[in-house]
């Protein structure tokens, strides 16, 4: 459906192109993921063969980008119990690659990480940063409960309940990324800088 009703680079891998997909924005790489087929081994090597040539060849170029960015709908950790979920499948491949931050959504709670390296918050010099999105419709937000699980990797959950409303904004410079996340009246709920390695 998406693939048929927006204009995405149809730059893919084979089966995904246009639904898998990468562009440069400024210093960043970004890359989109399609959940719906990594569901096998087999299907997730293949998704994360294509992310290495795509990270590999775009740090071979003259003007290689100073962040690389990896978005996909399923959450990283689940946001009411910071319980591991998609971080289990990519967190080695990600510390292997250099990915700077990983983004997700579909739990419908916000949640980060600290910098992450080797299942280990670090200084910001090497790892990942994993943030996923609350809501951003006012319809689907979700209740957390305690935070039980990765207390030692997770830093900030937040969510309003059903209605939940939120948005994230990002900036990119020389010096690093900076994310700030906004409730619906505009406060500033939480930031995290990730800086330029």
Sequence with gaps: YFRNTSYYPENGYDGEKGVCYHFR?????????NNENMHSDENLAKAQNWVKTVISEARAQKHAPKYVIVCEHYQWFFGQSGKFSQYSRWSKFFDEMGVDLAIAGNNHIYLRTGIIYDGKKTDGKKGTMYLQTSSSDNERGSSMGELTNNKDLVEYRYTSGGRTLSAIDMKVNKKGISLTLLDLAGHV??????PSK
């Excluded at 709920?189 to 990730?194: K, L, M, Q, R």
């Design 189 to 194: 709920i939480d930031s995290a800088f990730i």
């Design 25 to 33: 924005y400024g210093d960043a790489l970004f890359i989109m993921l």
